[in-house]
């Protein structure tokens, strides 16, 4: 009998002691793979919003979650899943031992698996620490670990964990995620028949997903709302009300992209943020999506009428001249019947809308078709502006005291110049090949004369008006011969909006700005300033403001007149058609417009800044305005503006650019330094 006690005794020493090696083992196992949930850092989607909040994109690596913190949960979710999945969730350490009990009796009674006892820690631990492996040791260590973490965090905590881990099919990580995207829903919102669709998941994500098995995913909500019932937390209008809901059930696209052009160069912006994808950011810019639209819309209008017309003037031309293109490096004959979009599929465009006093871009389009190019023409492309670059020229002659009414030639010269001991000959000329003779300051923008401007530049002096416009405005690059009175610089579209702020901001010109700030859940909010830089006075700015609006009412801009709102602006057009530009600006907002072909070859004859580009113009504050009809209409005229009255004509001048007396034109000499 002693004999048998002993034994006894050793055996259950000795499986004490193989059970706890066995367990030690596991604790040594799993003692810091606790740690990855206990200082959870789990990716997180980070979002783009426009100026009012409202969402542009997600992005995301992999897993697209939104994260939500536990005092943000409304307690009905809190309820909803307990009720679901872990009814004593609070009254259990991680380990519910009775319900494996009653689900090991149940299982042998079946002679299989008909129950899990796993409870939100249990799942919570395999979900984010450890495999799905279905063995022994993996359930051991699941135990463990769910005894760790219940010991290292409170039951809040783990709940918090739980509802931003879970994966709810369709692509969504947490709960917050889920909600927005099936329902397009915060999570307050939501009712409880939304709630138990959304608990009701996890069990079985795909077959409970409610854009594939509508049915079904209301049959399991349907069983979370019983549930609820039977633990006496809703009553029974609850349970019928919730019994009877049909909810609409959203099925869209992850990123949820509605400004891809924008997108794309936001992230140029913060390529050197490792984290963009996964930080949880959120992004701040100054785009106004009702503008990002309209705009994509203008832009369409304008490309497109540009396609037709140039499709009907090479069709007409094939019929009476032998027409030919580059097909694969070889030239082939095109035929009337053959011209159609395809011939003209280097046609394209851009759009920037902008703020006048803070720079802040209201609307990038860079292509008229983005599934087509993602190549922003917005900001990666530069192009020469043409006779869009005159103003800076016209307003440095009025800051050098020049005035609206100074008389300027307009008239044909011919410029000599040696290259390798030849003499070569630059013959500039006027658009309409023609010239006026005399005319003003003022007419001579209006109209874009091309000589006329030259003759500007030359009277004060080439290198003179080089460095005034470095040291005004900033542009680098500028071309040492007179080709600069014709905008041969070369600038994207985004970076001359920046500059024609000095125009539509009274003398204060503004960088364009995209990012506003960004947020972290836990960092401080990272704010972009706006830089800024003073070109001249208000009321300088002004005269070239005044001038501008006569070339929208009656000069080369015509096309983008609105009735109800005074506009200003200035059209370009390159050699040969290459480039067809608008810049204009209203007294709030301003847009620069360019079409062209990408391959930098000329366009069809005709398309010009005021026959492509201005038309765009037009149509976007036409129906901005419209949307708006608060916006303001009139140009203020600042204090120091001279106002004079002739009949019913009005002109403005300033103690810098008085009313001239009567003058002499005097042509210089044409000279090689003036070239080169």
């Known amino acids: 009998m002693k004999r048998a006690k002993q034994i006894l005794f050793g055996l259950v020493f000795v499986g004490s002691a193989v059970v706890l090696g066995v367990l030690f083992y596991y604790y040594h196992e799993t003692r810091y793979l606790a740690d990855n949930l206990v200082y959870y850092k789990p990716k997180l989607t980070t979002q783009i919003v426009d100026r009012h909040g409202e969402r542009i994109a997600n992005l995301f690596d992999q897993e697209h979650r939104l994260y939500v913190r536990y005092d943000d949960i409304p307690p009905r979710i809190i309820e909803a899943l307990i009720a679901i999945e872990d009814t004593l969730f609070f009254e259990h350490g991680g380990v519910n031992y009775e319900a494996i009990l009653r689900a090991l009796i149940k299982?042998?009674?079946?002679?299989?698996?008909?129950?899990?006892?796993?409870?939100?820690?249990?799942?919570?631990?395999?979900?984010?620490?450890?495999?799905r492996d279905k063995k022994i040791s993996r359930k051991i260590k699941e135990a463990m670990l769910s005894l760790q973490v219940e010991m290292r965090l409170s039951k809040e905590e783990l709940l918090e964990r739980y509802v931003n881990e879970l994966f709810l099919g369709h692509g969504y990580y947490g709960i917050r995620t889920a909600a927005e995207g099936y329902f397009h829903k915060d999570l307050h919102q939501l009712t409880l028949k939304e709630i138990g669709m959304l608990v009701g998941l996890p069990k079985a994500p795909s077959f409970y997903d409610p854009t594939r098995n509508y049915e079904i995913a209301l049959g399991r909500a349907n069983r979370v709302a019983t549930r609820m019932?039977?633990?006496?937390?809703?009553?029974?209008?609850?349970?019928?009300?919730?019994?009877?809901?049909?909810?609409?059930?959203?099925?869209?696209?992850?990123?949820?992209n509605r400004a891809p052009y924008v997108v794309d160069e936001v992230m140029r912006q913060l390529s050197h943020m490792s984290d963009l994808r996964t930080g949880g950011y959120t992004i701040y810019?100054?785009?106004?999506?009702?503008?990002?639209?309209?705009?994509?819309?203008?832009l369409q209008m304008s490309f497109q009428a540009s396609?037709?017309?140039?499709?009907?003037?090479?069709?007409?031309?094939a019929k009476y001249q032998t027409v030919y293109v580059e097909h694969n490096g070889t030239s082939v004959r095109l035929r009337p019947e053959e011209v159609n979009a395809t011939t003209f599929e280097s046609l394209n465009g851009a759009m920037v809308v902008s703020e006048n006093k803070s720079g802040d871009i209201l609307a990038m389009v860079g292509g008229v078709d983005y599934a087509k190019s993602s190549y922003n023409r917005a900001t990666q492309s530069r192009r020469q502006p043409g006779s869009a670059f005159k103003p800076f020229i016209y307003q440095t002659g009025l800051d050098m005291g020049y005035s609206p009414k100074t008389r300027l030639a307009d008239v044909a010269r011919t410029y000599e110049f040696e290259i390798d001991g030849e003499i070569q000959k630059w013959?500039?000329?006027?658009?309409?090949?023609?010239?006026?003779g005399i005319l003003t300051l003022r007419e001579a923008l209006i109209h874009s004369r091309n000589l006329a401007t030259i003759n500007l530049v030359t009277d004060i002096g080439l290198s003179v008006m080089r460095e005034e416009l470095e040291k005004r405005y900033g542009f680098t690059s500028l071309p040492k011969d007179l080709s600069l009175a014709l905008g041969s610089i070369s600038l994207s579209v985004t970076e001359l909006a920046g500059y024609y702020t000095a125009f539509s901001n009274g003398g204060v010109m503004n960088e364009s700005r995209l990012i506003a700030s960004i947020a972290h859940p836990t960092y401080d909010t990272r704010t972009f300033e706006v830089k800024s830089k003073t070109t001249t006075t208000p009321e300088q700015a002004y005269l070239m403001v005044d001038t501008m609006r006569d070339v929208v009412n009656r000069g080369t801009g015509k096309s983008a007149k609105v009735n109800g709102i005074e506009i200003a602006g200035k059209t370009g057009t390159t050699n040969k058609a290459i480039d067809a530009w608008f810049c204009g600006f209203t007294p709030t907002v301003q847009a620069i417009i360019w079409l062209g072909n990408d391959d930098n070859t000329p366009m069809q004859a005709g398309e010009t800044g005021g026959h492509a580009a201005a038309p765009a113009f037009g149509y976007f504050m036409q129906h901005y305005l419209a949307r708006h009809p608060e916006l303001k209409r009139t140009f203020d005229i600042p204090e120091g503006v001279i106002v004079t009255r002739k009949g019913d004509k009005i002109e403005y001048y300033t103690t810098t650019s008085p009313p001239p007396q009567r003058q002499e034109i005097d042509i210089p000499q044409a000279s090689e330094e003036m070239l080169f």
Request: proline share 2%; glycine share 4%; net charge negative.
């Open 307 to 317: 396609l037709e017309r140039s499709i009907t003037a090479l069709k007409a031309k």
């Open 229 to 256: 019932h039977t633990l006496g937390w809703i009553d029974e209008a609850a349970l019928n009300e919730a019994m009877a809901e049909r909810p609409v059930v959203y099925n869209e696209s992850l990123t949820q």
């Open 107 to 131: 299982d042998v009674i079946a002679g299989k698996k008909v129950e899990g006892a796993s409870t939100l820690t249990q799942q919570l631990v395999k979900n984010t620490l450890l495999t």
């Open 285 to 298: 810019t100054t785009i106004d999506l009702g503008m990002q639209d309209l705009a994509q819309e203008a």
């Open 427 to 436: 013959q500039p000329k006027n658009y309409e090949e023609d010239f006026s």
